[in-house]
């Protein structure tokens, strides 16, 4: 089944233990991206990856870092993690973009409620 | 800026009626739109998209969307709701950046609400 995963799907922790939020697709998707859901903000992005080696800075990126080294993941990392941290957290992923053409859907994991104390 | 705004925090239908959930955007050139659900405990599942071509979508559970330039709307339509259709529905899109981050700009969610 094609498919996104993530994990853990649930993490409490305390403030400044660093954690990973693994994720995974097995579409042999290009690009992948890392949102956190907050209410009355809707999804807003934090990093994405155009290819392997390849991330860059979405709307939201303090505090996170990121790494592609295979195609099929793409880990979330939080070397600090704060209280204002805590969130549901989701990766998405697609097919390659090809010039101006950003068509093709996103396919989101089922998402990581992450809470920091 | 560019921004979605869904309306309505939550919209409350009777099983057997006609839903609709709103959706206004604001960005620049000709966007492409989204609609995705969640399900409690659950991830984004995508419905329907619209890139060019008839203004009308149909995408999965038999929801469509209708795309309006002038209104610059893309509002979420099913002709006979279901008590399963009972979610958080999100609008997104994504606009021409010129570049390559692919970005959604997702609306703050619209809780459907299907009473029997």
Known sequence: EAQVTQNPRYLITVTGKKLTVTCSQ???????????????????????????????????????KVSRKEKRNFPLILESPSPNQTSLYFCASSLKWQGEDFRNTQYFGPGTRLTVL | AQSVAQPEDQVNVAEGNPLTVKCTYSVSGNPYLFWYVQYPNRGLQFLLKYITGDNLVKGSYGFEAEFNKSQTSFHLKKPSALVSDSALYFCAVRPHYGGATNKLIFGTGTLLAVQP
Do not use: A
């Not at chain 1, 992948?32 to 991330?55: A, F, K």
């Open chain 1, 26 to 64: 097995n579409m042999n998707h290009e690009y992948m991206s890392w949102y956190r859901q907050d209410p009355g903000l809707g999804l807003r992005q934090i990093y994405y990856s155009m290819n392997v080696e390849v991330t860059d800075k979405g709307d939201v990126p303090e505090g996170y």
